[in-house]
């Protein structure tokens, strides 16, 4: 594993701990951007060191600083490698590949810089929706991503989602889901996608029922860890 994103992961941990995270962050703060970006070479690595460094700043932000919504998301809060960034940056611009926040994932957002075009992922993984935490209820439980097993972490965190989100109402032909599907509906490949989705992570066969996309809940809820 790699320096800084076995960092990503300690910074985690220490917030889990409710430790103190000045050294951890500045050395995240301080490390060498040409070595970030030699160390996250491929779409797993990016994608693990970067849920990390999401959900652990999400709490930082929160705990330590009491920012609230849109400033947590939008204002650039916290730098890696010397360089200034926001959650939305993480989120919308690295992970999911510079996407227009509100376009229901249709279109890239033009404005986005050089910087973060240089470390975004090659392909949008729509399993970061099922791993990625803003303090809500309604949102996936924190998880500590690790390089070699990210891609079983990420079906994991999917699968254990969509059992608890989603409800099955078979005679109506009915089933409710998360609103994240409705929010990111082109990074699941639209309706056909989500369909594919439960076939594949849930083994439930859903062609034929209509979609509800529930009500999300903000209702605070820190530290909801695995």
């Known amino acids: 594993m790699t320096d800084n994103i076995q960092l990503s992961e300690e910074l985690l941990f220490a917030v889990k701990l409710n430790k103190d995270t000045c050294k951890l962050k500045n050395k995240l703060r ?27 700043y999400f709490l930082i932000l ?10 947590i998301y939008r204002k650039k809060l916290f ?24 376009s229901l994932g249709f279109f890239q957002n033009i404005f986005y ?10 392909v949008i993984d729509y399993r970061i929706h099922f791993a990625l935490n803003c303090g809500a209820k309604s949102c996936p439980p924190i998880a500590f991503y690790k390089a070699k097993q990210i891609n079983t972490q990420l079906n994991i965190a999917t699968q254990s989602f969509l059992e608890s989100e989603t409800e099955y109402y078979d005679t109506l032909k009915e089933i409710h889901i998360t609103s994240l599907f409705k929010w990111y509906l082109m990074d699941f490949n639209g309706k056909k996608g989500i369909h594919q989705i439960y076939k594949e992570q849930v083994n439930k066969n859903i062609e034929d029922y209509k979609i509800v996309y529930k009500d999300y809940c903000w209702e605070e809820d820190l530290n909801n860890f695995i």
């Open 79 to 102: 730098k890696i490698a010397n360089r200034k960034f926001s959650l939305d940056d993480v989120e919308h611009g690295i992970l999911r590949k510079y996407r227009y926040k509100y």
């Open 62 to 71: 929160k705990k330590e600083f009491n920012y609230s919504k849109p400033d």
């Open 113 to 122: 810089s050089s910087l973060i075009k240089r470390l975004a992922v090659d």
């Open 30 to 56: 301080n490390c060498s951007f040409k070595n970030l970006k030699k160390e996250l070479y491929t779409d797993d690595l990016k994608k693990t060191f970067w849920i990390n460094i999401y959900n652990a």
